[in-house]
């Protein structure tokens, strides 16, 4: 077992989902501590060495706070934060009404930012720490069935950008992994409601693993002079963007 992460505790939001759940598994292996978070995940399953579940609501900042402090309690601090939140709500632009934009930005990007205000004193008392975000090629390229994702993406990215600028100066990196076509049921459900295409430069869908090997990366000290960047996992964008 590698040991990279040895000593460090980093919190996963989304870590049901299928990205989510192979990031932490990769961060478990290296030997990380890793607080593994979304809207009802306690008590499900045989608990896992080295991993820590614990509900969060990303739709409230007194939660995520509440969350956070609660971390900082029982393992000392928080040295990385992933948040990988997504909310699949497809449609065209004259069909989705106010609740279902609000509920992707509430949920996605006022999420993350939510993640990102609760974790930093953490980060700021530790001497610096790694925040990586889920964005999503809709953020530059937007989809026609995913509007809603596409402007979450596309707030994610820029705000990412102003962060790292922010607490740069505090040793906090803050990046962005922005997935093409993965292999998921989120994939699944894109095809079902007549989505982006899958196809790509590289072939088809890339695989859980080509993301998390990305946001591992990110988090190491590896990338220690990375930050503000936005590192697509897209097989080279897609080929075809049906209307």
């Given at each position: 077992?590698s040991e990279?992460?040895?000593?460090k505790?980093?919190?996963v939001v ?7 759940e192979d990031?932490?598994n ?7 501590t890793v607080?593994?978070s979304?809207r ?23 939660t995520?706070?509440?969350v956070?402090?609660?971390?900082v309690k029982d ?17 065209d632009?004259m069909?989705?009404g106010?609740?279902?934009w609000e509920a992707?930005l ?9 993640l990102i ?7 700021q008392?530790?001497?610096g720490?790694?925040?990586?975000a889920?964005?999503?090629?809709g953020?530059?390229n937007?989809?026609?069935?995913h509007?809603?994702?596409s402007?979450?993406n596309a ?11 922010r ?11 922005s ?5 998921s049921p ?5 095809r ?12 088809g869908?890339?695989?859980p693993d ?11 000290s590896?990338a220690?002079?990375i ?11 897609r080929?075809e963007?049906?209307k």
């Open positions: 077992m990279e992460f040895s000593g505790v980093i919190w989304g870590a049901t989902g299928a990205l989510g990031i932490v990769q961060l478990t292996s290296k030997g990380a607080i593994a979304s009802q995940i306690e008590g499900k399953g045989a608990p896992v060495l080295g991993i820590h579940p614990m509900n969060v609501d990303v739709t409230r900042f007194e995520t706070e509440m956070a402090q609660r971390i393992h000392g601090g928080i040295d990385g934060l992933v948040v990988t939140t997504t909310l699949p709500i497809f449609g632009f069909d989705l106010d609740a279902e992707v509430e949920t996605k990007m006022m999420g993350t930012i939510r205000r609760a974790v930093v004193p953490s980060m008392a530790r001497g720490g790694s925040i990586v889920l964005s999503g090629g953020g530059i937007p989809s026609l069935r509007l809603p994702g402007v979450a707030g994610i990215n820029l705000v990412v950008k102003g962060l790292a600028k607490f740069g100066p505090d040793q906090i990196r803050i990046n962005v992994v997935p093409g076509p993965i292999e989120r994939l699944e459900a894109i079902k409601a007549k989505g982006p295409s899958t196809k790509t430069p590289l072939g869908a890339g695989e080509d993301v998390s090997n990305a946001v591992v990366f990110l988090l190491s590896k220690k002079y930050t503000g960047a936005n590192l697509a996992i897209d097989g080279g964008g080929l963007d049906p």
